[in-house]
């Protein structure tokens, strides 16, 4: 380091016996000002450093971007699951008191042979307050014709000649 740089700064020295005018005409050479001084250029380090910050700055939100969406996909699953088995639990409980009914109904018709007396005693308090049934019927499998034996609540004749709705 000369002694006309000071740290960081450059510094212009001239001597009173220096011809500055003849100087003035020439440009002056790289890394020196007018006076003739050197100085330090900076160097490209110093962008490089910025482009290194900024790239590094763009992996690390990458990273926890995509560490983000793995750990919200891995919830979701974990709560879909959660109620996939709630739901089965429901309805798991909800098939016996469905089944029971009627698989009660089904044993009393066929060991009575559609007494229409017992059917109706059976049924009638299940479809009398309307759940888990509104109606109840029994049907011949030897007659041809498609008419219920005995009916307990709302009559099923209404609900099977009725036109199909459409949904909209």
């Known amino acids: 380091m000369s002694e006309r740089e000071l740290v960081g700064v450059p510094v212009a ?23 003739g001084s050197v100085f330090a250029r900076r160097s490209s380090g110093s962008h490089l450093s910025v482009i290194v910050v900024a790239v590094v700055g763009l992996l690390i939100t990458a990273v926890l971007s995509v560490g983000a969406r793995s750990l919200h996909n891995s919830n979701e699953n974990r709560l879909l699951r959660q109620r996939v088995r709630e739901a089965g639990a ?4 909800a098939i016996p008191s ?7 109904a089904a044993v009393l018709a066929e060991s009575t042979s559609g007494n229409v007396t017992l059917f109706r005693g059976l049924m009638t308090p299940l479809v009398k307050s309307g759940r888990p049934f509104t109606s109840a019927s029994l049907w011949s499998l030897r007659s041809g014709a498609l008419q219920p034996v005995v009916v307990s609540g709302c009559n099923p004749r209404s609900r099977v000649n009725r036109p199909p709705t459409s949904r909209s």
Do not use: F
């Open 13 to 35: 020295v001239r001597r009173l016996n220096d011809p500055a005018p003849e100087r003035a005409a020439e440009p002056a050479p790289a890394g020196t000002n007018a006076a």
């Open 90 to 93: 429901v309805v798991t409980s």
């Open 98 to 104: 469905l089944q029971i009914p009627l698989s009660s």
